[in-house]
């Protein structure tokens, strides 16, 4: 397994490998020095509530550019991280830079909310999770009530008890949970009922197709009304247009997130938007 051949050996190239096996492996032989060349980075985007205007929360997301391979989407290099064991140690890190930088936005006097932080499944029910987090809350010093981690239902297909147990130590602490990609995937309603979940995440791929598209448009408004019956908080993602918008207004969703009011960015760039913001 990928896992055992470690991190700093590589594997050997054989005749039998086809051009796309080869490019895979080359792919991973990169991506395992990616942490230490600090090929690694942080984009941030910014949810915004409707109603007022104001900036809801901050969600981190992972970026990887390789002298050789270029930007390769977490889409590609996410998986491979899991498959290489990798993965952990990915979302530590992510989660250390992540809770640093709300933490020196918070000393800096600028409100952005929560910093939402995504968890693998993989990573998810590795068992060190709950030490990961608290040891990263006690050095960045960040408050947990500003930490958001966003799991997705693929957490909860096995397991069901331990990924209930993970999740109310992560609420005792404090920390807010949101439940990512809501509606694809393995979706069950029950998971809402036994599960300690504050936030729904309606998935871009249901917003894509707002507002004309009937059977998208019914299922969004009834996860909608759902968060509100359950009191839960309720985020739209993936929203790049107005009439997205005013459809997610007119149905009581009052938070957005998506490139229509911010696309992914480094630190520097939405620093500078905080920072106007706050003045
Ligand atoms: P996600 O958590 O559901 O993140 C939302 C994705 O939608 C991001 O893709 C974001 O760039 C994209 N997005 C935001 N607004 C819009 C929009 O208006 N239109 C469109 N078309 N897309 C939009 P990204 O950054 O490529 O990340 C893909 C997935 O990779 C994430 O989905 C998440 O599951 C995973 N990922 C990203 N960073 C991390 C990480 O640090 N750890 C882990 N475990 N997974 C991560
Ligand atoms: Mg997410
Ligand atoms: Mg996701
Ligand atoms: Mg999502």
Redesign the pocket.
């Known amino acids: 397994r990928a896992k055992d051949i470690g991190r700093n050996s590589f594997q050997l190239f054989t005749p039998a490998m086809n051009a796309q096996s080869l490019e895979r492996s080359l792919m991973q032989n990169h991506f395992r020095l990616a942490l230490k060349n600090n090929e690694l980075i942080l984009n941030y ?1 910014l949810q915004k509530n409707i109603l007022n205007d104001e900036i809801h929360g901050v ?4 970026r990887w550019s390789n002298p050789t391979l270029g930007q390769v ?3 590609q290099f ?1 998986p491979m991280a899991e498959e290489l064991g990798l ?1 952990a140690e ?2 530590n890190w ?1 989660l250390a830079q992540a809770c640093q930088q709300r933490k020196t936005w918070l000393d800096n006097g600028v409100n952005c909310g929560r910093i939402a ?4 499944p993989l990573h998810f029910h590795q068992g060190d999770l709950i030490a990961s987090v608290k040891s990263i809350l006690s050095i960045s010093q960040l408050p947990p009530e500003l930490l958001e981690i ?1 799991v997705t239902e693929s957490c909860f297909i096995k397991q069901l008890d331990n990924a209930a147990n993970i999740l109310q130590e992560l609420k005792k602490m404090g920390i807010k949970i949101a439940l ?2 809501f509606g694809t995937g393995f979706s069950s309603l029950s998971y809402l009922t036994r599960l300690p979940i504050d936030i729904i995440k309606i998935d ?1 791929s249901f917003i894509a197709k707002l507002p004309n598209n009937y059977r998208e448009a019914q299922i969004t408004s009834a996860i909608i009304m759902l968060a509100q019956n359950l009191e839960l908080e309720i985020v739209a ?4 247009n107005e009439a997205q918008m005013s459809f997610l207004l007119e149905h009581g969703c009052n938070i957005i ?4 009011y911010s696309k ?1 960015a480094p630190e520097q760039h939405i620093s500078s938007i905080l920072m106007l913001d706050t003045i």
């Not at 932080?117 to 693998?120: A, C, E, F, K």
């Not at 993602?237 to 790049?240: F, L, N, R």
């Not at 997130?257 to 229509?260: E, F, K, R, T, V």
């Open positions: 985007q969600e981190t997301l992972l989407s977490p889409a996410i993965i990915v979302d992510v932080v995504n968890i693998s966003e990512d990609d871009a993602e993936g929203v790049e997130q998506g490139y229509l992914p």
